[in-house]
């Protein structure tokens, strides 16, 4: 069954303080893994996709990589404007674009 | 801003009773997605739509129905509604069907009363 983890649930972090997510997926053929930002009340927004092994994409403070079975999100001195919960989700095989999403991580930054 | 828009922003109903959502997508997207977010599901995919025909589909129950109108606007319909429907329903779009990036409207909040 095709399934994705991340971890940790909640991290919070002081301003300044880097650190990394973790999304970890078992699926059947791996079409695609992306990274969305969602803050309360808003819909996700996309920011990266990664597609293959080794590959990296990054974005002001955020760097995603991938290997054949995680990635991680890493965070480079966080600002209190990065709170929000990051979700992960891997594009399945079959025609189609069908995303299963982890539960996400919390992440608040402290000034 | 995603391009993406859905209405109303928050409904409020009674079980048994029958809603429709809608969703306008991105301009230049034909692929759109419906996904059920509630605090101990997480986001689920619901169905997918490309160009007006039904792509894939995902665990959405019978009561609910969705479809694609020519100018690719699309609607969910949810109907003899129950407590555990109340969630939010995101729409999404996307270029087409390959593994493109889906781009999230800000859903819509249903409460069932």
């Known amino acids: 069954e095709d399934q994705v983890t991340q971890s940790p649930e909640a991290l919070r972090l002081q301003e300044g303080e880097s650190s990394s997510l973790n999304c970890s997926y078992t699926v059947s053929g791996l079409r695609g893994l992306f990274w969305y930002r969602q803050d309360p009340g808003k819909g996700p927004e996309f920011l990266f996709t990664?597609?293959?092994a080794g590959e990296e994409k990054e974005k002001e403070r955020l760097k995603a990589t991938l290997t054949k079975k995680e990635s991680f999100l890493h965070i480079t001195a966080p600002k209190p404007e990065d709170s929000a919960t990051y979700l992960c989700?891997?594009?399945?095989?079959?025609?189609?674009?069908?995303?299963?999403f982890g539960a996400g991580t919390r992440l608040a930054v402290h000034p | 801003d995603s391009g993406v828009t859905q209405t109303p922003k928050h409904l409020i109903t009674a079980t048994g009773q029958r809603v429709t959502l809608r969703c306008s997508p991105r301009?230049?997207?034909?692929?759109v997605y419906w996904y059920q977010q509630s605090l101990d599901q997480g986001l689920q995919f619901l169905i997918q739509y490309y160009n007006g025909e039904e792509r894939a589909k995902g665990n959405i129950l019978e009561r609910f129905s969705a479809q694609q109108f020519p100018d690719l606007h699309s609607e969910l319909n949810l109907s003899s509604l129950e407590l555990g429907d109340s969630a939010l329903y995101f729409c999404?779009?996307?270029?087409?069907?390959?593994?493109?990036?889906?781009?999230f409207g800000d859903g819509t909040r249903l409460s069932i009363l």
């Open positions: 301009s230049g997207d034909l692929s």
């Open positions: 990664l597609y293959s």
């Open positions: 999404a779009s996307s270029v087409d069907s390959s593994n493109q990036p889906q781009h």
């Open positions: 989700a891997v594009g399945v095989s079959g025609g189609y674009n069908k995303l299963i």
